[in-house]
């Protein structure tokens, strides 16, 4: 449930005893005119390795992006990753386990990029076990853009899933938050207060579930309307906080 807009930042003692949660895009790194465009630099790598050493492997991402795309920024990393929303998760010992990807998804990639031919600047991302509509490119597209979402949705019945600029039809099923209390019932993370970081609409359901917990979540960017208890102006403020809490947490 969306509370007022949060403003105070975090303590730095937040990450003590805590499990961390962490949204990728928008959140760790800037967002890209096209997904592929985003790159992971060495500080990011190294902070990484850094927090989940000090936090005992208790560190997880958890997505829209999926669990080989966030490999693929990263190449081999042993913490736990919730992909795709979470209906993916890959934990750190590389173990996966992942939903049954629908027939219905083939047709949906189709028909959005027959769409965005007609149209410069639109751009299809496909999924795993969804199909992704970003508009970033063509901001005067948006109502289309949702109104084909919306006309696939009811004619497949999957997931519609807004987001920054882009609007996604995937499985049902799961959502960050889902997959938050998932992992918080599993080892290394049970036991311990979880804190959530997002930047989106779509990372809502994991500050609800942290809060739920005896955590708190933390909004990324400009104030609005928000479950999340904190708020950190931007990607580089993140980073900066995530530094200086990982000195102190254990």
Not at 175 to 192: H, I, Q, V, W
Request: with cysteine; glycine share 10%.
């Amino acid at each position: 449930m969306m509370t007022s807009p949060p403003d105070s930042p975090p303590p730095v003692s937040l990450l003590q005893g805590a499990a961390l949660f962490l949204d990728f895009d928008g959140t760790l790194v800037e967002l890209a005119e096209r997904p592929e465009l985003v790159r992971v630099d060495a500080r990011l790598a190294a902070l990484l390795e850094r927090l989940r050493m000090k936090l005992n492997g208790r560190v997880a991402i958890i997505s829209g992006r999926s669990v080989d795309s966030i490999l693929g920024l990263f190449g081999p990393l042993p913490i736990t990753i919730a992909g795709s929303h979470g209906l993916e998760v890959q934990s750190y010992d590389g173990k996966r386990s992942l939903p049954e990807r629908p027939v219905a998804l083939d047709r949906i990639l189709q028909t959005m990029t027959d769409f965005a031919h007609t149209t410069p600047g639109l751009l299809v991302e496909e999924k795993p076990f969804g199909a992704a509509l970003h508009y970033r490119g063509a901001a005067h597209m948006e109502d289309a853009a949702n109104a084909l979402a919306r006309t696939l949705a009811d004619e497949t019945a999957l997931h519609l899933q807004t987001g920054k600029m882009m609007v996604e039809l995937r499985v049902g099923g799961g959502d960050k938050g889902s997959a938050l209390r998932r992992l918080m019932a599993e080892s290394p993370m049970r036991g311990f207060t979880p804190v959530f970081l997002g930047d989106d609409d779509t990372d809502e359901p994991a500050m609800v579930a942290a809060a739920e917990h005896g955590g708190a979540g933390i909004l990324i960017g400009a104030p609005r309307e928000s479950s999340a208890r904190y708020r950190l102006p931007d990607v580089d403020a993140t980073l900066d906080w995530l530094e200086r809490a990982c000195e102190g947490a254990a």
